[in-house]
């Protein structure tokens, strides 16, 4: 209990930055406070950008990746937290799941005469196919900063596996999964030096599931259950603690668990803006 309160405590003071969105799709950068029941400050209106597809965050600025409101162009936005926009670039390709390597955003595209999806590294505002995926449908994706490895969740009806793909030579480097023997869809794939973290919703069960992977071992090395969440909205990893919003038919919550104890707590919030991404700050 003491644990818990302890956990309570420490998240209530901190902060987030975040790409938030409203009931009619509306993007705007905000910072998050948990003091008084999710309350969101320094709200910069950036809904001209288009539809929010993919974010991240890279210490100093955001990469923003949209759909134009008129549906034709997939756009780039580099902006920094106040919403000034450096530097923007625009593609007709299709492109799903930024990262960032530290010099350049890579990305999911589609490869338009097999269909298949690509991941491609974005280099001088240009794209460059770089690795071919024959198999599935990217649903989520991390990179991995100290061994330069993009991780792709490949997910269909059956199962979700995870692809490593080097991003110093882009060839495949490691394979994880499936991650369970029931049916399940991937929500969000995070990572830190040493661990996969997949949050899945398992069908068989109803509930959203943790799964914990072991980089190097490939092995699972732990699943959490969290009882009572249907959907996940956004998800961040810092310090060995992961921040979620999730929603079931009740309402919003941000719930926090602690990798140390694999324990989570939870605080019921008033969401009239979700987060597409979110990053402690």
């Known amino acids: 209990m003491y644990l818990l309160f302890v956990l309570i405590t420490l998240v209530i003071s901190t902060k987030f930055l975040a790409i938030t969105r409203d009931s009619n799709k509306q993007l705007f950068i905000s910072h998050i406070h948990l003091e008084d029941n999710y309350t969101i400050h320094n709200i910069y209106n950036i809904s001209k950008l288009g539809f929010g597809l993919s974010t991240v965050f890279d210490g100093k600025n955001i990469h923003l990746l949209t759909l134009s409101t008129d549906f034709r162009f997939y756009n780039i936005y580099n902006i920094n937290t106040s919403g000034h926009i450096n530097d923007f670039t625009t593609f007709t390709d299709k492109l799903f799941h930024i990262q960032y390597d530290g010099n350049n955003l890579l990305a999911i595209g589609i490869n338009e005469t097999t269909k298949n999806y690509i991941l491609i590294r974005i280099e001088d505002n240009k794209i460059i196919s770089k690795f071919n995926f024959k198999v599935g449908t990217i649903r989520a994706s991390s ?139």
Request: glycine share 2%; charged share 15%; hydrophobic share 40%.
């Open 143 to 281: 990179f991995d900063n100290w061994r330069q490895i993009y991780y792709a969740c490949i997910s269909d009806d059956h199962q979700v596996i995870i692809y490593g793909i080097s991003s110093k030579n882009f060839d495949p480097v490691s394979m994880y999964g499936p991650l369970s023997q029931h049916n399940h869809y991937i929500w969000y794939l995070l990572n830190d030096e040493s661990r996969l973290y997949a949050i899945i919703f398992n069908i068989w069960i109803q509930r959203n599931q943790l799964v914990i992977i072991n980089i190097d071992t490939t092995e699972i090395e732990d699943i959490l259950t969290y009882e009572n969440y249907v959907v996940v909205h956004a998800a961040t990893l810092k310090n060995n603690m992961i921040y979620t919003i999730m929603s079931n038919w009740s309402g919003y919550y941000f719930v926090i668990t602690d990798l140390y104890i694999k324990q989570y707590t939870y605080v019921k919030i008033t969401a009239k803006l979700l987060p597409l991404n979110m990053w402690v700050v």
